[in-house]
């Protein structure tokens, strides 16, 4: 039997939200590697800007903090100016993460986690949604986790977040049957990133060491499948644990 082609992405564009490190940097590098352009977004300019040059291949740093959602949305409108079109291809990777009973998280540090890594995940959709739409393509992939099924002890904000941004993909997967535009959920278990840094993971109870981790190159091959799977086939979800 002949293979369905994949496709390419030679020439292809791509925005990679919380790029400047982890999961989001390797995403870039890969997809890049692979003949995309990239636009990088995240807070720290300096980071972005060292990856764009490492990169090289036209990547644009967008230095922003995607709880301002009228920044963001600013930062989005220029990309077809700095980009000559829409992106092709959306990973909502940028995300925040901390290990606190609920009885000892604040209302801020709670809402905060929600602006990071639900809402602004949604106002990256919301900017793009029209133009992917009236295009007939595009690809939303949401980073999610581990946490956006399963529930774990001092998770509250995280797992909230997690879970409500897994039922924001299903809406989208639903609402954009059959229109060209594909909606994948990455769900990776533990990677050995700076998100873990407030933790300590090799000496914290419950939690995976740092050597049983997956790495987050292994995260960004499998984004790295879900874009280049066939155009007839949506990737709905994947979810990534260590073999
Ligand atoms: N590491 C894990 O175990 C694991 C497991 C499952 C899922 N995930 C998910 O994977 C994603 C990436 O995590 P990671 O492990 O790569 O973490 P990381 O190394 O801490 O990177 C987080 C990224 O998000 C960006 N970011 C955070 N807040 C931002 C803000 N307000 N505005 C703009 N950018 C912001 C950061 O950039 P700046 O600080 O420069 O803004 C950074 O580039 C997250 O969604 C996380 O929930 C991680």
């Not at 060292?50 to 989005?76: H, Q, S, Y």
């Not at 809402?111 to 295009?135: C, G, H, I, K």
């Amino acid at each position: 039997m002949k293979p369905l082609p994949s496709v390419s992405l030679q020439g292809r564009t791509v925005l990679v939200t919380g790029a400047s490190r982890g999961i989001g940097a390797a995403v870039a590098r890969r997809l890049a590697f692979a003949g995309a352009r990239v636009a990088l977004l995240a807070r720290d300019k300096e980071a972005l800007g060292a990856l764009a040059r490492e990169i090289g291949r036209g990547a644009v740093a967008l230095a922003c903090d995607l709880r301002d959602t009228e920044t963001l949305k600013r930062a989005i409108d220029q990309l077809p100016s700095l980009m000559g079109g829409v992106p092709d291809i959306v990973v909502n990777n940028a995300g925040a993460f901390f290990l606190t009973p609920a009885g000892e998280t604040s209302v801020e540090a709670f809402s905060e986690t929600l602006a990071t890594n639900l809402t602004a995940p949604f106002a990256v959709v919301r900017a793009l949604l029209d133009a992917f739409r009236a295009r007939g393509s595009g690809h939303v992939v949401t980073i999610g986790s581990i946490a956006d099924r399963t529930t774990f002890a001092g998770n509250a904000a995280y797992a909230a977040s997690k879970h409500g941004l897994r039922a924001l993909h299903e809406v989208l997967r639903e609402e954009l049957r059959g229109s060209g535009v594909r909606v994948s959920l990455v769900s990776p278990g533990p990677v050995n990133t700076d998100l873990w840094n407030t933790v300590n993971p090799d000496e914290h109870p419950g939690v995976t060491p740092h050597a049983s981790m997956l790495t987050a190159d292994a995260v960004a091959d499998a984004v790295h499948y879900v874009v280049t799977a066939p155009l007839a086939l949506n990737v709905d979800e994947l979810r990534l644990s260590r073999s």
